[in-house]
């Protein structure tokens, strides 16, 4: 567990040890106080004429954290817990692995979530994996034909495997930490995943992709692509 300090303004350009040291003085903690800390998020502001940085510093204290909140009793120091998204077991066994529709955004998360319970999905995908997908891509922008099933709406990473890399909600749920934590732990940058508006890149959202399907096959899942529910059903 940790706090969270809202709203540090800082001139722009600035260290890391500058925010902390300006989140601590909000806090009015001492160094000896905070065991670690780091930027949480970070945007940047022109609307006053010149250029500041606006950010939410994470810090660990050495005491606890919610006496501490609470004695503060501040809107912009709050506290941060890891969020986690529950996937209950059930009180029977399986039958059969649970399956998935499509390897998109959605397929995706809930694959890994469900492997890394233990449950080892199997997920059905009508698209072809990344490389061949980009061959397939390449292809038809060099003038070459459709492919019905392997094209930048359908394999793996849905459609947004082909977009700019920007991540975009418009909730407020501490799930969202839980997204971007992922997406670290598979290769994305954590200055990128700091902005206020998370901009990854097309290029790196590919290797991301491939990296989470990766670790949903070793831990026993499988993804399986080309596989059509039409023929599944027929």
């Known amino acids: 567990m940790s706090i969270l300090i809202s709203d540090v303004r800082l001139p722009f350009p600035f260290g890391e040890e500058e925010a902390l040291t300006a989140a601590r003085r909000i806090c009015g903690l001492s160094p000896r106080d905070v065991l670690r800390g780091r930027i949480h998020r ?33 809107p912009a120091v709050r506290l941060r817990r890891v969020p986690v998204l529950p996937a209950p077991s059930g009180g029977e066994c399986l039958d059969a692995p649970p399956a998935i529709v499509g390897f998109g955004p959605a397929g995706m998360f809930a694959a890994l979530i469900l492997a890394r319970r233990g449950y080892r999905p199997v997920v059905l995908e009508r698209g072809a994996e990344m490389k061949e997908r980009d061959r397939a891509v390449d292809a038809f922008f060099s003038g070459g034909a459709l492919r019905e099933n392997c094209n930048i709406q359908f394999g793996e990473g849905g459609a947004g495997a082909y977009s700019d890399g920007k991540l975009t909600t418009r909730i407020g749920n501490n799930r969202c930490e839980l997204v971007t934590e992922i997406l670290r732990q598979h290769g994305a940058p954590e200055d990128a995943l700091r902005a206020a508006k998370p901009h990854i890149g097309t290029d790196l959202l590919k ?28």
Do not use: Y
């Open 42 to 74: 970070q945007s940047l502001d022109l609307r006053h004429g010149g250029l500041c940085a606006i950010c939410t510093v994470e810090l660990e204290l050495a005491g606890d954290e919610t006496t501490f909140i609470q004695k503060r009793n501040d």
């Open 207 to 234: 290797g991301i992709v491939v990296s989470i399907r990766s670790e949903i096959r070793s831990l026993g899942g499988q993804v399986r692509f080309e596989t059509p529910m039409r023929g599944l059903l027929t």
